[in-house]
């Protein structure tokens, strides 16, 4: 799906309220009658047809009159647009660049923020390919209304909040993952990693056997080390493992990119390996004034990149492996968690052997040694905390002990909506199957995206009036939510 924020350099305090307040007839209504509308967005009667005119010719709301009486949707590029706005406001972010990756369940890009230092956007689209176990709920899931559309927003809501919130955790007991910045809506902002996806890394041919053997050690470390934690990724593969080989590291942040690259108040960049892409620079302010973008060229470069960087017998610089993508995690007192802790341990065992020929084959039982599930989990007696052991990481810094119940890590939850999204995950990363790639090359396109469509009503010109009040953040604001706000 197309991320199109130039629109926002066009809009109006009106239009944003009225999107925001669709999204809030949303939450009780399929459809939201345009009287409703106009009541929560307080817009007088007459500037109304005008704004929703606009919001339609841009495709941010959708019209629908077959219930007998005019409605109105958020399309998947309202509620982006939505989402973009309330980061904007925040000063998470001020420029949208090129898509650096597509998974299933979502669109990456590159991004800046008003400094002009790059970052990375997730946007969530749960709802793009098939999922039976979710369909055939769908009386539970849709709460027996007809609203299939308005469900996979809210749910992809509901996954990036659970991303950003189980990447904080993580990150704060000094996980290798991204740096979580904020969340809106189904948007979670990130640091850039360094680096790429571990099945490129390994198509290029790039990674001597060493370093190879590095990353198969530290991508079970991190399995195990989950599971002394009470959690289990699921979905631990190759295209989840980002893999540096340069092996630079950031002093300050280990998991952020160093140096960064900067970003001109054109949009261009004028800095590192992004340097030939372009980024929509979203409002209409472009000065130096703390709302646009600054001239990167500048000494603005606050983290120092360690230059000597650690090295394997062999010379080779150590490899960073950060892990990324956590939504579909679980925790050990899931009913399946066993089963999809050792899905995860064999799938990294398969990739080793199989395609990096740097571990030996994997119906070699001694090399689960000290990763088995009896040997990490805490229900199985294995220990918790998240350190000692093999798999055990930096046991000073996993002294809290559990991270599962703090963050109701599925399996823990009764809320029905973190049910949903628990159902929903579980049939697509939850079955256990012999001969099982684990990865996401593929896409099915198939089933419930909501898609945006409708173009009637007649065609307006938008005034280019300044308006730099606070729009109204109906929904959410709260950079800092947990898991538990739910
Ligand atoms: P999905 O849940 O859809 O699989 P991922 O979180 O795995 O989404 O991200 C998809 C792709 O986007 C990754 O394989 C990677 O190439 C890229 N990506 C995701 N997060 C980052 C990041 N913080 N820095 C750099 N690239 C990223
Ligand atoms: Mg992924």
Redesign the pocket.
């Known amino acids: 799906m197309k991320l199109d924020p130039t629109v926002m350099r066009t809009m109006c305090k009106e239009d944003y309220r009225v999107l925001a307040a669709v999204e809030l007839g949303m939450k009780t209504h399929d459809l939201v009658p345009a009287q409703l509308c106009m009541q929560i967005a307080k817009l007088r009667h007459g500037g109304a047809n005008k704004v929703m005119s606009g919001l339609l010719r841009d495709k941010l709301l959708s019209h629908d009159r077959s219930k007998g009486y005019d409605g109105y949707r958020l399309t998947n590029s309202g509620y982006d647009i939505l989402a973009l706005r309330n980061l904007f406001q925040r000063g998470v972010v001020a420029a949208i660049g090129d898509k ?2 597509i ?4 669109d ?1 890009y590159i991004a800046a923020n008003k400094e002009g230092k790059q970052l ?1 956007l ?1 946007i969530h689209r749960l709802g793009r390919t098939s999922f039976r176990a979710v369909r055939n709920k769908r009386d539970y899931l849709m709460k027996g209304k007809d609203n299939q559309a308005t469900s996979w927003l809210f749910m992809s809501r509901l996954s990036a909040l659970k991303e950003f919130a189980f990447m904080k955790a993580l990150h704060d007991v000094g996980y290798p993952t ?1 740096a979580p910045l904020a969340h809106s809506r189904h948007i979670v902002a ?4 360094r680096g790429s ?1 571990l099945y490129q890394v390994r198509a290029r041919n790039e990674v001597s056997v060493q370093q190879a053997e590095s990353i198969y050690e530290q991508s079970v470390t991190l399995a195990a080390r989950l599971a002394r934690h009470g959690l289990v990724h699921c979905d631990l593969n190759e ?2 493992l ?1 893999v540096d080989l340069s092996g630079i590291q950031n002093k300050l942040n280990p998991s952020e990119d160093v140096g960064g690259h900067y970003v001109r108040s054109s949009g261009a960049v004028v800095r590192g390996p992004g340097a030939l892409s372009h980024h929509a620079v979203l409002g209409r302010d472009t000065g130096p004034d703390g709302t646009s973008l600054v001239d990167g060229t500048g000494e603005v470069v606050t983290e120092e990149p360690v230059a000597a960087t650690e090295r394997l017998a062999n010379g080779d610089p150590v490899p960073i492996v950060t892990l ?2 956590f939504p579909q995690m679980v925790s050990t007192k899931h009913p399946n968690a066993k089963e999809l802790y050792e899905r995860d341990v064999e799938c990294l065992i398969k990739f080793f052997s199989n395609k990096l020929n740097c571990v030996s084959g994997d119906g070699d039982d001694d090399m689960r040694e000290g990763w088995r599930w009896e040997d990490v989990a805490p229900e199985a007696g294995g220990g918790g905390g998240g350190g000692g052991g093999k798999g055990g990481g930096d046991a000073a810094k996993d002294a809290e002990g559990r991270l599962d119940g703090e963050l109701r890590a599925s399996g823990f939850s009764e809320d029905s909506s973190r049910r949903d999204l628990e159902l929903y995950y579980f049939d697509k990363y939850g079955k256990v199957e012999e001969g099982e790639e684990g990865g ?1 090359g593929e896409e099915e396109e198939e089933g419930g995206g909501d898609e945006d469509e409708d173009e009637d009503e007649d065609e307006d010109e938008d005034e280019d009036e300044e308006e730099e009040e606070e729009a109204p953040d109906l929904v959410e604001t709260d950079a800092s939510a947990t898991f538990q706000d739910l």
Do not use: A, R, T
């Not at 998974?103 to 979502?106: C, L, N, Q, R, T």
């Open positions: 650096i990756g998974g299933k369940e979502s990456v990375v997730k991204p990130m640091s850039l990693v996806p295209f989840n980002m990324i993508d996401e």
